[in-house]
């Protein structure tokens, strides 16, 4: 079975702080994806990134980064500088290589203070 | 870009009711997911389908069922709405595995909260 764990429920800071939210997973599958999704106050879930268990390289874009640690099964997200709009439920997924479902944590809700 | 739209953006029924959440994507997308969001749960899934006429349970089929006559709509039914399926109910579409697939992201609508009173 296949369990994502975000265990950070409530992350509130400062505009301008940097903010890191966890995720650890576990699956007994070699190959296997994570992605994070953002989910603002509208409602609607936003596909941030997705890395698959072989690719281990960290990833930026823009304010956002990514930490990808096979090792201790960790997929952690970085937001620097934070802005009032980073603020939203940020959800940790994760799906098998032949699998079309995707478990997902329970979600990080991130408020970012002007 | 993919478009997911959800035909409801709130919705408020009674206990006992027969609900239909109606589904469409735009990407003739093979795949598509039913998912309810409660806090501290965070998404779990209720149906998906692979393909026209085609159904799986997820995790929490219960008192659901689904309907996929076309590629492009999925429906989620409510056979007898009950209070504890007060929630938000979120639409999603995706690419199939396959080797020029792999790892495809789901898009999601923008949800429907539904109130049972």
């Known amino acids: 079975a296949q369990k994502v764990t975000q265990a950070q429920t409530e992350i509130s800071v400062v505009e301008k702080e940097d903010v890191t939210l966890d995720c650890v997973y576990e699956?007994?599958?070699?190959?296997?994806?994570l992605f994070w999704y953002k989910q603002p106050p509208s409602g609607e879930l936003v596909f941030l990134i997705r890395r698959n268990s072989f690719d281990e390289q960290n990833e930026i874009s823009g304010r956002y980064s990514w930490n990808f640690q096979k090792s201790t099964s960790s997929f952690n997200f970085t937001i620097t500088a934070s802005q009032v709009v980073d603020s939203a439920v940020y959800f940790c997924a994760l799906s098998g290589a032949h699998d079309y479902k995707l478990s997902f944590g329970a979600g990080t809700t991130v408020t970012v203070r002007a | 870009d993919v478009k997911v739209t959800q035909s409801s953006r709130y919705l408020v029924k009674r206990t006992g009711e027969k609900v239909f959440l109606e589904c469409v994507q735009d990407?003739?997308?093979?795949?598509m997911f039913w998912y309810r969001q409660d806090p501290g749960l965070g998404l779990r899934l209720i149906y998906f389908s692979y393909d026209v006429k085609m159904k799986e349970k997820g995790d929490i089929p219960e008192g659901y069922s689904v309907s996929r006559e076309k590629k492009e709509r999925f429906s989620l039914i409510l056979e007898s709405a009950s209070t504890n399926q007060t929630s938000m109910y979120l639409c999603a579409s995706s690419f199939p595995r396959g080797p020029r697939n792999r790892g495809q992201p789901q898009h999601f609508g923008d949800g429907t909260r539904l109130s049972i009173l």
């Open positions: 990407m003739d997308h093979e795949n």
């Open positions: 699956t007994r599958d070699t190959t296997y994806y």
